[in-house]
């Protein structure tokens, strides 16, 4: 068997928290477990929101942590080239059209149609508006995928759709997610193409991480049909909650780790809390 790759892939546009040690500690316990590789990919796309400030906390909490992830640390900034390939291969193949829908239009929208159907996020799915108007395209253009044109295309290639979860097979089923945005106003790429771009550009075989993006996979397997790219294997784990039952969020006022390390906690004592003494 080839050498297991892993990697943590943080966002980081505010301080790690509890749930980021717990997804980087796992990746460690099992690229440790398999003798595999374990890689660091920021993903820093949103260079508004993922400051050079916050990068550079979040490897200071990570290093304080003694993860060893292997150098060079992979920033998504720098691949912005590699994202503009693969929207070019989408739009060679069709798949994507300009949307200018603004986010008002789409949230007055789906206000007046409460009933209209969602994504796995509780998000509207998109009104679909602009896939029959051709608008022209720029750089710093929003991009659409056109599903039913992309499910045909898969459908051509292999039939049903399926990931590996935890050693079992889950259907995906993308659909559910309608016309998702490929690249982000004034970006170029999206969450959901740098993500599959880059772990088969970084040969990463197990993807682990939190739960919350579990139902994204089914995008993210049809991207890599589309794009030819290999599958990786899949472990989603659980999110470490707070006490109500919800994500933590800085944003909520959760501790960061930082507080943590400020109010005495030592990186021991963060591994024996989440369970990897
Ligand atoms: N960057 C994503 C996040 O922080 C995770 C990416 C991934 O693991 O696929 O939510």
């Known amino acids: 068997m080839r050498q297991p790759v892993f990697r943590f892939a ?3 546009n505010g301080r790690l928290h509890l749930g980021h040690a717990y997804s980087a500690l796992l990746n460690e316990r099992l690229a440790k477990e398999s003798g595999g590789r374990l890689l660091l990919r920021i993903e820093d796309i949103d260079r508004e929101r993922c400051t050079a400030e916050n990068v550079a906390r ?3 909490d990570l290093r304080w942590l003694e993860i060893a992830f292997e150098e060079p640390v992979l920033h998504q900034s720098s691949r912005m080239p590699d994202y503009r390939d693969a929207v070019v291969q989408l739009m060679e193949l069709g798949l994507l059209y300009v949307c200018t829908c603004s986010r008002k239009t789409l949230a007055d929208h789906a206000a007046l149609h409460p009933e209209a159907a969602r994504d796995p996020e509780g998000q509207p799915l998109y009104t679909g508006t602009c896939r029959r108007i051709a608008h022209p395209f720029s750089k710093e253009s929003i991009l659409r995928l056109d599903l039913q044109r992309a499910l ?3 459908g051509a290639r292999t039939g049903s759709l399926a990931w590996s979860e935890k050693g079992g097979t889950r259907p995906a089923d993308p659909s559910r997610w309608g016309d998702v945005i490929i690249a982000r106003k004034g970006i170029g ?3 959901h193409l740098a993500v599959v771009v ?6 990463v075989t ?3 991480r939190g739960e919350d993006l579990l139902e994204a996979t ?3 397997r049809l991207l890599q049909v589309l794009l030819g790219l290999p599958e990786p294997r899949y472990h989603h784990h659980a999110l470490i909650r707070h006490g109500s039952g919800r994500k933590l969020a800085k944003s909520k006022g959760d501790e960061s780790l930082a507080d943590l390390r400020a109010g005495g906690m030592t990186a021991t004592e963060i591994r024996a809390t989440l369970g990897f003494a």
């Open 198 to 203: 880059d772990d088969a550009w970084q040969d």
């Open 206 to 208: 197990d993807v682990v």
């Open 152 to 154: 045909q295309v898969v």
């Open 218 to 220: 089914a995008i993210h």
């Open 189 to 191: 790429t999206s969450y």
């Open 10 to 12: 943080p966002s980081p």
């Open 58 to 60: 979040a490897m200071e």
